[in-house]
């Protein structure tokens, strides 16, 4: 990742890039908090056929599969050098016009919580879940690039609206509006790469992201895991990645397209919705908020269990970014913004995200408490102790 990836045909784009972004992606838009009824259904009703399709959660992280398919994972560079030799890096990149980049969510300035006496189920696993609207989009990345403005591939970001270059673990607990449920008792920060339509150049807006905090799976009992540490961030996925492995997939919800699942981007039907999903490790050191290459403090499960070098079980995270299919054939044009490979393999490879920890401590670890370790199903609205997210 070096530049925005702005093709060479687009030169007066790529000099003036960050003048650009700065003055269209922190126009101010319409932001309103997401309601996560439509999305928590589908949600749940693909679950069940995920297990049965072999997509389910444990298939997925069980005994650090991810990490050792990541790790021989070639490169996006090592893949240009072989399958397109001549062609430099720059030529692969993903070309983007910025001015066709949707406007910067409002967002919500207050906490969003109030007291209904509903109460979750009980269920074999712990699940909490939260609903977030696209927040804005820039070619920033606060922990690979920190004070960096620019210098990443385009992201799109989720939660906390304020999030740039800049954004410490100070800045993020206690600034900013958040377009994610409950409002500012979650300033976290959650970004992935930027979805492209390559015929339009266009940056695609997701409808929404539905982030799960889970556990029960994976050997991990849901009373073990513990509540996230103030200012913990981590990354999922390779953003270099060239091949069909690592923590991620992509799965069809709508108009009887859930079979779709693969590691490519799917060509959903019209009406559908495309789910782009990463998982994230939940085997925390107990010590490092952050590593040098953002991942080494946590770890995937191994055997079933947390290693010994990571021993504290957190809840795992799971992003969904959800994109509406409005048109016939439309995802096979699109790639990642981060998909700087062959254009000729199929694109989202580099699927990845980062997540910041910018929870309100106190509610964070009631959802812990009460939904996660309580095995109780707290859907997509509740705390578990009688008071709900809006």
């Given at each position: 990742?070096?530049?925005?990836?702005?093709?060479?045909?687009?030169?007066?784009?790529?000099?003036?890039?960050?003048?650009?972004?700065?003055?269209?992606?922190?126009?101010?838009?319409?932001?309103?908090?997401?309601?996560?009824?439509?999305?928590?259904?589908?949600?749940?009703?693909?679950?069940?056929?995920?297990?049965?399709?072999?997509?389910?959660?444990s298939e997925i992280s069980t005994d650090n599969v991810i990490a050792a398919a990541e790790a021989a994972t070639p490169t996006a560079e090592a893949l240009g050098a072989t399958a397109v030799a001549g062609v430099s890096m720059d030529a692969l990149a993903v070309s983007v016009d910025v001015a066709l980049a949707p406007a910067r969510?409002?967002?919500?300035?207050?906490?969003?919580?109030?007291?209904?006496?509903?109460?979750?189920?009980?269920?074999?696993?712990?699940?909490?879940?939260?609903?977030?609207?696209?927040?804005?989009?820039?070619?920033?990345?606060?922990?690979?690039?920190?004070?960096?403005?620019?210098?990443?591939?385009?992201?799109?970001?989720?939660?906390?609206?304020?999030?740039?270059?800049?954004?410490?673990?100070?800045?993020?607990?206690?600034?900013?509006?958040?377009?994610?449920?409950?409002?500012?008792?979650?300033?976290?920060?959650?970004?992935?790469?930027?979805?492209?339509?390559?015929?339009?150049?266009?940056?695609?807006?997701?409808?929404?992201?539905?982030?799960?905090?889970?556990?029960?799976?994976?050997?991990?009992?849901?009373?073990?895991?513990?509540?996230?540490?103030?200012?913990?961030?981590?990354?999922?996925?390779?953003?270099?990645?060239?091949?069909?492995?690592?923590?991620?997939?992509?799965?069809?919800?709508?108009?009887?397209?859930?079979?779709?699942?693969?590691?490519?981007?799917?060509?959903?039907?019209?009406?559908?919705?495309?789910?782009?999903?990463?998982?994230?490790?939940?085997?925390?050191?107990?010590?490092?908020?952050?590593?040098?290459?953002?991942?080494?403090?946590?770890?995937?499960?191994?055997?079933?269990?947390?290693?010994?070098?990571?021993?504290?079980?957190?809840?795992?995270?799971?992003?969904?970014?959800?994109?509406?299919?409005?048109?016939?054939?439309?995802?096979?044009?699109?790639?990642?913004?981060?998909?700087?490979?062959?254009?000729?393999?199929?694109?989202?490879?580099?699927?990845?995200?980062?997540?910041?920890?910018?929870?309100?401590?106190?509610?964070?670890?009631?959802?812990?408490?009460?939904?996660?370790?309580?095995?109780?199903?707290?859907?997509?609205?509740?705390?578990?102790?009688?008071?709900?997210?809006?």
């Open positions: 990742m070096t530049m925005p990836h702005l093709s060479d045909n687009a030169l007066p784009f790529r000099f003036t890039f960050c003048l650009l972004a700065a003055a269209i992606l922190t126009a101010c838009g319409g932001g309103t908090s997401a309601d996560p009824s439509t999305d928590v259904q589908a949600e749940e009703a693909v679950q069940a056929g995920d297990t049965a399709a072999g997509f389910g959660d969510a409002l967002g919500v300035s207050s906490d969003r919580v109030k007291t209904t006496g509903e109460m979750p189920p009980s269920t074999n696993i712990g699940a909490f879940r939260t609903s977030c609207k696209p927040s804005h989009m820039a070619a920033d990345d606060p922990i690979v690039y920190p004070n960096q403005p620019g210098r990443s591939h385009l992201h799109t970001f989720f939660g906390n609206t304020g999030t740039d270059a800049y954004t410490t673990a100070d800045s993020l607990a206690n600034t900013g509006n958040s377009t994610c449920s409950g409002g500012t008792i979650n300033r976290s920060a959650y970004w992935v790469p930027t979805m492209i339509d390559t015929a339009t150049r266009k940056p695609l807006q997701p409808h929404s992201a539905m982030i799960y905090y889970k556990t029960g799976y994976n050997g991990i009992r849901p009373q073990d895991v513990q509540p996230f540490p103030e200012g913990l961030r981590m990354i999922a996925g390779n953003a270099k990645n060239a091949t069909p492995k690592g923590p991620f997939q992509y799965k069809c919800i709508g108009k009887g397209s859930e079979y779709m699942v693969g590691k490519t981007i799917q060509n959903c039907p019209v009406g559908a919705r495309l789910w782009a999903v990463v998982f994230f490790p939940q085997c925390w050191d107990g010590v490092n908020l952050d590593s040098p290459d953002h991942k080494s403090h946590m770890s995937y499960t191994v055997n079933r269990a947390c290693p010994k070098t990571h021993p504290v079980p957190l809840s795992e995270i799971t992003f969904n970014i959800i994109y509406d299919v409005t048109e016939a054939n439309a995802p096979l044009r699109w790639r990642l913004s981060s998909d700087n490979y062959d254009r000729s393999l199929p694109a989202g490879y580099s699927a990845h995200g980062d997540w910041f920890n910018g929870w309100k401590q106190d509610i964070m670890k009631t959802f812990v408490q009460k939904c996660n370790q309580a095995a109780k199903d707290c859907h997509a609205h509740l705390l578990g102790d009688g008071r709900a997210i809006f």
